[in-house]
């Protein structure tokens, strides 16, 4: 099984080329070019710099959502076009799922953290448990969008250490570590944003339970309405 | 490079609220032209919704292409390029063509032609006109646009005349609203005018200063706003179809003479209108009308080529692709692209 990653979710772009238990490539940057002029070339790049031929590819896997609405879509659009392409399913993998799988094997629970301002993150909580092949990692708490002071309340709830990684770290870590009643961790450097290789392991995963999507029908899981449908509920509520 | 080959596009079109995709033989024949609207649902809120339109293109991208495709027969296999629409318009709108477009070029290994969404309006008018080729005078009026442009040749323009402020399909929108006539403005002022009378009241022709090509609508909008609220304040009851065939006997007038004027003294004999606007009736009778006096080739794109559609992209790209023109992988999206520029 050979599949071809994509995360643009958030300000990380990157993607990857993974085939069962190899990654062949990842490019992954972090800077303030649009993902709309770096996915592609770096996806251009991959290709002959592995010299790799697409038709080859069994699945192309894309972080799902939540994440930055745009960013969520340049993705999608990006793996909706190579699978139409190629003829090829999508594999969608939650974007919460796939950051935290980077930790695979943690002892402490692993709770990655979107910032999606005014106080708000995209989290999950996440357990890697011992089975017959190693581990596999169980949702605690499944992804949603919730203020900080909630996450830190679940993430302090299983009376665990926890691992903490995602953009949102930066902005929390101090309110975390004033709040937190478990012992609480940081994830370093190359492991604290999205990673299209473990997008691409994950999904590998996900292909053995035939969790294929058709093209066609994929979109993002945004976690949130738009505003203007926001304020008409609102509007209709109060009506 | 063979010369009797026929070229075949596949173009894509996101730059607002239709989701469009078709398959344009030899730059001329529309093998299809799929269009997905959203209308009724921005409808809802009084006006496009930029993320309710990203977040509907994605959705129906992929289904629109496909059924383009399978109207025009035709497999990837007899593809010679992509075109998309990467500016003007709305940017997260544009991102979703734009992303998928290079997407699908790259794992097809096709070329890829970035196309400007006014330029697409423009060719419509070669779909159904296929004697007309440039030199000629064009009018584009749409939501968004008001431009007089000087065609010089296949995808080379010269904007002689611009609207300074609201583009006249704006002021459409806007007035609609005032009068309760509701979103989309065009189609409805257009239908309620055919049982009033245009020269009921005397709205203003804005002149605008140094330009004589240049439009400017806020003028005529803020009369027919003061006009309403006088007739409020006198508890006079507004006949709403003089007032928009008046409004829009006003908007016509200076469309059509700014037009015919440009026309004459570049001295062309042939004059085509494109763009949302360009469906309007009135508009297109006067400008008939005009252009038979003024002894002027008219031309305009039938309503479902004046809209947003993907064909007229198809047939702007094959101008682009056959003069070399390609875009790379890092090809975005330009908001505010302007016409002649890459």
């Known amino acids: 099984m050979k599949i071809l990653a994509i995360d643009s979710s958030g300000l990380v772009a990157t993607v990857a080329i993974v085939e069962d238990h190899n990654l062949i490539a990842e490019y992954t940057i972090h800077h303030k070019k649009t993902h709309s002029q770096t996915l592609m070339p770096m996806l251009e790049e991959v290709k002959n710099m592995v010299e790799l031929d697409l038709n080859s590819v069994d699945a192309i896997a894309v972080a799902s959502g939540p994440g930055s ?9 990006t793996a909706k076009g190579l699978a139409m392409g190629l003829g090829k399913p999508i594999i969608e993998v939650p974007t919460l799922e796939g950051m935290a799988y980077q930790m695979y094997g943690s002892q402490a629970l ?10 708000q993150v995209y989290t999950g909580l996440y357990q890697f448990v011992e089975d017959e092949n190693g581990y596999r990692m169980e949702a605690l708490k499944e992804g949603c969008a919730c203020d900080i002071m909630e996450c830190i309340e679940i993430a302090n709830s299983f009376e665990m250490p926890v691992m903490f990684l995602g953009d949102g ?10 709040h937190a009643t478990v012992p609480v961790y940081f994830a370093p450097a190359h492991r604290r944003l999205q990673s299209a290789a473990s997008v691409g392991a994950l999904a590998i995963e996900f292909a053995k339970k035939e969790r294929f999507t058709e093209a066609k029908d994929h979109a993002p899981e945004y976690f949130r309405m738009s505003q203007a449908e926001r304020e008409r509920m609102e509007a209709a509520k109060k009506a | 490079m063979t010369t009797n080959k026929d070229i075949y596009i596949l173009a894509i079109e996101s730059s607002c609220d239709e989701t469009a995709a078709a398959v344009v033989k030899n730059g001329r024949t529309v093998l299809s032209n799929i269009i997905s609207s959203q209308i009724d649902l921005h409808t809802l809120y009084g006006g496009v919704v930029p993320e309710i339109a990203s977040r509907k293109h994605i959705e129906k991208i992929n289904q629109v292409i496909e059924e383009a495709m399978k109207e025009a027969e035709v497999t990837m296999d007899d593809i010679d390029a992509i075109a998309v629409t990467y500016g003007p318009g709305l940017v997260g709108a544009l991102l979703v063509g734009v992303s998928a477009a290079k997407a699908l070029a790259f794992a097809t290994g096709k070329p890829l032609v970035g196309v400007h969404h006014i330029e697409g309006h423009i060719s419509a008018n070669y779909i159904e006109n296929l004697e007309l080729e440039p030199p000629f005078m064009s009018l584009v009026v749409s939501g968004g646009h008001s431009h007089l442009v000087v065609v010089k040749d ?3 323009y010269e904007i002689i005349g611009r609207t300074r ?7 459409f929108d806007k007035v609609a609203r005032a009068i309760g006539l509701g979103y989309p403005g065009g189609p409805k002022i257009d239908r309620v005018s055919k049982e009033g009378n245009p020269e009921a009241i005397k709205f203003p022709r804005a002149k605008v200063g140094e330009n004589i090509y240049d439009f400017s609508f806020s003028g005529l909008k803020s009369a027919v706003l003061n006009y309403l609220n006088g007739a409020q304040m006198k508890g006079e009851e507004v006949n709403v179809p003089d007032v928009a065939a008046s409004f829009q006997k006003a908007v016509t007038d200076v469309l059509v003479e700014h037009a015919i004027h440009g026309a004459k003294e570049y001295n062309f004999k042939k004059l085509a209108i494109a763009g949302g606007v360009a469906s309007n009736s009135s508009l297109r009778a006067a400008m008939q009308a005009a252009c038979d006096k003024a002894g002027i080739a008219f031309y305009h794109p039938s309503p479902i080529y004046c809209t947003d559609n993907a064909a007229m ?10 003069k070399g023109a390609r875009h790379g992988w890092d090809l975005n999206a330009v908001p505010n692209l302007k016409l002649g520029e890459r």
Do not use: H, S
Not at chain 1, 69 to 77: E, K, S
Not at chain 2, 313 to 322: D, P, Q, S, T
């Open chain 1, 110 to 119: 692993v709770c990655p953290i979107m910032d999606a301002r005014r106080n």
């Open chain 1, 169 to 178: 770290v930066p902005v929390f870590e101090a309110l975390i570590r004033e």
């Open chain 2, 165 to 171: 402020d609201d583009a006249a399909g704006e002021a």
């Open chain 2, 154 to 156: 296949y995808g080379e």
């Open chain 2, 313 to 322: 992209i198809g047939v702007a790209g094959y101008y682009e692709y056959i």
């Open chain 1, 69 to 77: 609405f745009t960013g969520l879509r340049i993705g999608a659009a």
